[in-house]
DNA sequence: TTAGAAAATGACAGCGCTGTCAATTGTTAA
DNA sequence: TTAACAATTGACAGCGCTGTCATTTTCTAA
């Protein structure tokens, strides 16, 4: 029925042993040998035998997903492509959901990593923003990929799969620039999260390049919530309009704050987008929810998690990764809530 | 490090043949010498070797969840309350994403729970809900636990967790009525689902139990979509008024259809909740997103699914269920969009 | 009390693979 | 051509547990 490695073994003509070295990539085996048993193995459709290969050898062929995220469908999408990678390479997927927050979470994450035996972490934020915390990973020998915001990994503790936010929060500001908009306030998420920061400097970027002076009035310091986008958006449309102060447009640092503003704006009888553009960023499913519907950034997840966790097997296997992508740029979407000025 | 089989053996001084019994719940073992190895087992904090048990029992250890859900909420919590069973009761679990509409889903499930030798399957709809699907799985030795709508298990194919939609949708109807709306709209979702039928169920109890005549003009028959929701409130609030055709309050089926029934009357310029009550169903994040914030029904997925996991670990090791909770009424949790007539 | 049956326990093989180390084959340089 | 070495391959034990079956202990009834 299931094929073991003893009938490859057979059909190929050679030791079991040496059906298990090119299972593994192991260098000394001859390539006229391989290939007899790559032939072998795609005939018998042979998948080696995991509780076997855990029990007997001191390698690991499983990975963890440490999570901690409040965006389901982030996480979801996020599993669903390491998931993918796991399938295509036979490693086993270990799902650790749980509270950055706790406090001796770190320990505990260790001891779950031991218990399982796991040869590697894919880490999304909080956890991949955390050098001390992959630092702690990484001096264990366990192998870890990092999928975080920015263009370049910040350190050398592990390979990092990026998110270049900076550069696509700069399309999103250009294009509230190019509808007609100078008066652009930017409502952030959480000061200590990498993606704020970069997409604050998209921001940034975007007026310096087309000469629009930043007023600081028109930043607001937030956090990633609906409730964050309503406070934000009710002190920013309160400001003073003949002082030159009041926005035209808003650049959400999500699309939940987005939503709030939204939620604030309609509050305050602001109609959507003929006096206020509001734009976000994640094109969350929600964001098509809205009214009217959020122009938005979007980003491939599951693509991106496929990569990464593809990249941290590789790592573990020791093979060079085949120049996967390491860096996504997510792309604008425009919808119905900005407009011009 | 890590106590194996073999040193609760030597300190309970057994062989290590009677820890394995005692591990797996076997009987012929003397209550004495159960508990001796208990005891060693405690002190030692053994944990069996899940590895060497799959490769040398017949017997599985692995549940897998299978699901095709677009709603990422409902399947992280679903997924993180059988994770916690399966770490109570040393299971491991598979996570199957799939497609319900790909044409040899069935088959391709099957293949997959023969190759990782799964014991057992939590489903939830639309797999739950499908008998054929049920009875495929069973026919093969395979358990199954159901979570479902409903008051009741449909047949005797297994297990099932229910949750009884109806008992809360007639809650949600009748706070409509005591806010004084007897003018009340319904707004389904697919009609092949058992929730949509479940709830219109306990709409029409509502109804009756107050002697509300039921009106089939204010009856939608939609989707589980935001956009559904939309067209839904666009036709129902254009009938005539004069009529007595035109709802004072919708009860949609979910919170997405709610999301899309609120949009829709913000359109057409009707004040919510002073004009126009609107509930949903579901509690899903963004129904503290919506403007006004929706009224709706609380369910506890997490605990549901703990529950039906453990039913399921139960029925594989053949204990008898420690009597868990088999029927879920979800919670009316009552915000901002519906209000007196 | 004791044969006979039932209950409790243990000895041992082996699940499918990998690690170790020995055996074989191929290659190089003198 | 051959010793010396490197590359390749294989034999075998054993990972931690469970299934089978034999053995020992306990219980029952005459």
Redesign the interface.
């Known amino acids: 029925m299931?094929a073991t490695i003893n009938d490859v073994a057979k059909l190929s003509g050679v030791s079991i042993k040496t059906v298990s070295r090119v299972m593994n990539n192991e260098p000394s085996v001859r390539q006229l040998t391989r290939e007899k048993v790559q032939d072998a193995v795609k005939e018998l459709n042979y998948?080696p035998?995991?509780?076997?290969r855990?029990?007997a050898g001191t390698k690991s062929y499983t990975i963890a997903y440490v999570y901690d995220n409040p965006n389901?469908?982030y996480?979801?999408d996020m599993?669903?492509g390491i998931?993918a990678a796991c399938r295509q390479q036979g490693f086993e997927?270990l799902?650790n959901?749980c509270d950055s927050q706790q406090e001796n979470i770190t320990e505990e994450i260790i001891s779950t990593i031991k218990?399982a035996r796991v040869a590697g972490l894919v880490l999304t934020p909080p956890f991949s923003e955390n050098p001390d915390f992959v630092k702690r990973i990484t001096d264990l020998d366990i192998h870890v990929v990092r999928i975080m915001s920015g263009d370049a990994a910040p350190d050398e503790l592990s390979p990092c799969v990026m998110v270049n936010d900076r550069d696509a929060a700069q399309t999103i500001t250009q294009h509230l620039i190019d509808l007609g908009h100078n008066k652009i306030a930017f409502i952030a998420g959480e000061a200590e999260h990498m993606s704020t920061i970069e997409r604050y400097k998209g921001y940034r970027r975007a007026l310096k390049a087309n000469n629009i002076d930043f007023n600081k009035n028109l930043l607001i310091e937030g956090e990633y919530s609906?409730e964050s986008g309503v406070n934000g958006a009710k002190k920013l449309m309160s400001l003073d309009n003949s002082a030159d102060d009041r926005p035209s447009a808003i650049f959400s640092c999500n699309d939940?704050i987005a939503?709030?503003a939204?939620?604030a704006a309609?509050?305050m009888n602001f109609n959507i987008p003929e006096q206020l553009s509001i734009a976000g960023f994640e094109n969350s499913?929600?964001s098509?929810?809205?009214?009217p519907k959020l122009t938005t950034a979007n980003q491939p997840n599951k693509e991106i998690a496929k990569n990464a966790a593809s990249l941290l097997i590789s790592q573990i296997r020791k093979q060079k990764s085949n120049h996967e992508i390491s860096q996504y740029v997510p792309q604008l979407v425009v919808r119905d809530s900005t407009g011009k000025v």
Do not use: S
């Open positions: 299931k998948q035998n995991l509780a076997a855990n029990l389901a469908y996480v979801i599993q669903e998931l997927l799902i959901p218990h609906f939940e939503a709030g939204l939620f309609r509050l499913p929600f098509r929810q809205t009214w």
